[in-house]
């Protein structure tokens, strides 16, 4: 009896790798009009948050990652009232990486109309609330300045954001980067003098220190000269969007932004005020697009 008990579960346990086997086979042998066109990739993903100060050239920059011959005139004012999200994919040699990029109203902010200008505190509120909405955890924090010397109004921002990141969490150093926009009509010496600025002034020691991703030039097509680009400005900015978007790929441990509910609690006062610019907009839906 045993011996044909046996001998049975041999065979169930045949038919069953048998049929697995088939199943295996088919599939691979399958034709993609099988699947209706239809396949599955796994992707990655990267949450991005974007900050600076006001006017510093942030959305440009993200823009001209999205499409690398964007240009735009210069602006007295800043047209980013509300934080958004800019969705996009990054395909290479190791696959497809969906990326969401936050983008920040700017601190220090420049508005055509005086009565719109909001203080840091409440811009801070309205960049919680919104993260709060999109993401629950970060894997790049981008630092954004303009090209020249820097002013007490950047280290002054520089100092907010540190005080504001580091009260949320104290691992947000490991995945901040530094980035320079308007680096394009610089010479070779000037980006040289740039870079070593960063390194060096000690007025960019606490923001250098906390930046451990490192710096990072970028820059777009100037518009006054749209129509004829040189070569050289033309090889630097595709470098440097390229350097940028690799880092922003680049595999790093995700630091959460679950308790940033306290920081916002550290403005209640405001939080009425901010709502209105927030809420109306957070089911809006945003187009992507993939860059290969």
Same mark, same amino acid.
């Given at each position: 009896?045993?011996?044909?008990?046996?001998?049975?579960?041999?065979?169930?346990?045949?038919?069953?790798?048998?049929?697995?086997?088939?199943?295996?086979?088919?599939?691979?042998?399958?034709?993609?009009?099988?699947?209706?066109?239809?396949?599955?990739?796994?992707?990655?993903?990267?949450?991005?948050? @974007?900050?600076?100060?006001?006017?510093?050239?942030?959305?440009?920059?993200?823009?001209?990652?999205?499409?690398?011959?964007?240009?735009?005139? #210069?602006?007295?004012?800043? $047209?980013?009232?509300?934080?958004?999200?800019?969705?996009?994919?990054?395909?290479?040699?190791?696959?497809?990486?969906? @990326? @969401?990029?936050?983008?920040?109203?700017?601190?220090?902010?420049?508005?055509? #109309? #005086? $009565?719109?200008?909001?203080?840091?505190? /409440?811009?801070?509120?309205?960049?919680?609330?919104?993260?709060? #909405?999109?993401?629950?955890?970060?894997?790049? /924090?981008?630092?954004?300045?303009?090209?020249?010397?820097?002013?007490?109004?950047?280290?002054?921002?520089?100092?907010?954001?540190?005080?504001?990141?580091?009260?949320?969490?104290?691992? =947000?150093?490991?995945?901040?980067? =530094?980035?320079?926009?308007?680096?394009?009509?610089?010479?070779?010496?000037?980006?040289?003098?740039?870079?070593?600025? =960063?390194?060096?002034?000690?007025?960019?020691?606490?923001?250098?220190?906390?930046?451990?991703?490192? +710096? =990072?030039?970028?820059?777009?097509?100037?518009?006054?000269?749209?129509?004829?680009?040189?070569?050289?400005?033309?090889?630097?900015?595709?470098?440097?969007?390229?350097?940028?978007?690799?880092?922003?790929?680049?595999?790093?441990?995700?630091?959460?932004?679950?308790?940033?509910?306290?920081? @916002?609690?550290?403005?209640?006062?405001?939080?009425?005020?901010?709502?209105? +610019?927030?809420?109306?907009?957070?089911?809006?839906?945003?187009?992507?697009?993939?860059?290969?």
């Amino acid at each position: 009896m045993n011996n044909n008990n046996n001998n049975n579960n041999n065979n169930n346990q045949n038919k069953e790798i048998d049929l697995m086997g088939e199943c295996e086979e088919f599939i691979s042998n399958c034709e993609e009009d099988h699947f209706h066109g239809k396949r599955v990739t796994q992707v990655k993903k990267q949450s991005v948050l @974007v900050i600076g100060k006001s006017q510093c050239g942030k959305s440009c920059m993200i823009r001209n990652w999205i499409a690398p011959n964007y240009t735009t005139k #210069k602006k007295l004012y800043s $047209d980013t009232d509300k934080p958004e999200t800019f969705d996009f994919s990054i395909e290479d040699d190791t696959g497809i990486t969906n @990326v @969401v990029v936050i983008d920040t109203p700017g601190l220090i902010e420049h508005k055509k #109309k #005086k $009565d719109e200008v909001r203080n840091d505190e /409440i811009i801070l509120d309205l960049v919680s609330l919104f993260i709060q #909405k999109e993401v629950t955890f970060l894997n790049k /924090i981008i630092f954004v300045s303009k090209a020249g010397d820097v002013t007490p109004e950047d280290i002054q921002v520089f100092n907010k954001y540190l005080s504001y990141l580091t009260r949320i969490n104290s691992n =947000f150093s490991n995945i901040s980067m =530094f980035v320079v926009t308007n680096s394009e009509m610089l010479s070779s010496e000037e980006l040289d003098d740039q870079e070593n600025m =960063f390194e060096t002034n000690e007025n960019l020691q606490q923001i250098r220190e906390f930046c451990k991703l490192g +710096y =990072f030039p970028s820059g777009m097509i100037p518009h006054i000269m749209k129509n004829s680009v040189p070569d050289d400005i033309i090889i630097n900015i595709a470098n440097w969007r390229s350097d940028i978007l690799d880092t922003i790929i680049k595999p790093t441990e995700p630091v959460s932004v679950l308790n940033i509910y306290p920081v @916002v609690e550290h403005y209640k006062k405001d939080l009425e005020v901010v709502s209105r +610019y927030v809420l109306d907009d957070m089911e809006k839906k945003n187009s992507k697009c993939v860059i290969s």
